[in-house]
């Protein structure tokens, strides 16, 4: 069982900046080798994709990401951060990280989310 816990949300106004931590814990970490993204939601609407870290270190991001987002990794400490900046009003949502793995056997973990909301 894999425990995800995102932290780092907030309030900001527009311009601002953010970093959201998702931590990971639990047995299997190091057996299914858990690649982390990051997913946002807002009422009503389906969840969208960020960025995704694989475990080797390479990342994708949404063109909606793209030049102001960063997406990290600190192994030692089962942590993955989004760094957000030039934050605007459309960035407001729910924000999950999903731990998910090729490996037979791992299953796919959601954390519960934390919020984000940028005022104009």
């Known amino acids: 069982q894999v425990k995800l816990v995102e932290s780092g949300g907030g309030s900001v106004q527009a311009g601002g900046s953010l970093t959201l931590s998702c931590a990971a814990s639990g047995s299997g970490l190091a057996y299914c080798n858990f690649d982390i993204s990051w997913h946002r939601q807002t009422p009503g609407k389906e969840p969208q994709f960020v960025s995704v870290?694989?475990?080797?270190?390479?990342?994708v991001y949404a063109d909606s990401a793209k030049g102001r987002f960063t997406i990290s990794q600190d192994n030692d400490k089962n942590t993955v951060f989004l760094q957000m900046n030039s934050l605007t009003p459309e960035d407001t949502a729910q924000y999950h990280c999903k731990a998910f793995s090729s490996v037979d056997g791992c299953l796919g973990y959601w954390g519960q989310g934390t919020q984000v909301t940028v005022s104009s």
């Open positions: 870290i694989r475990r080797d270190g390479t990342t």
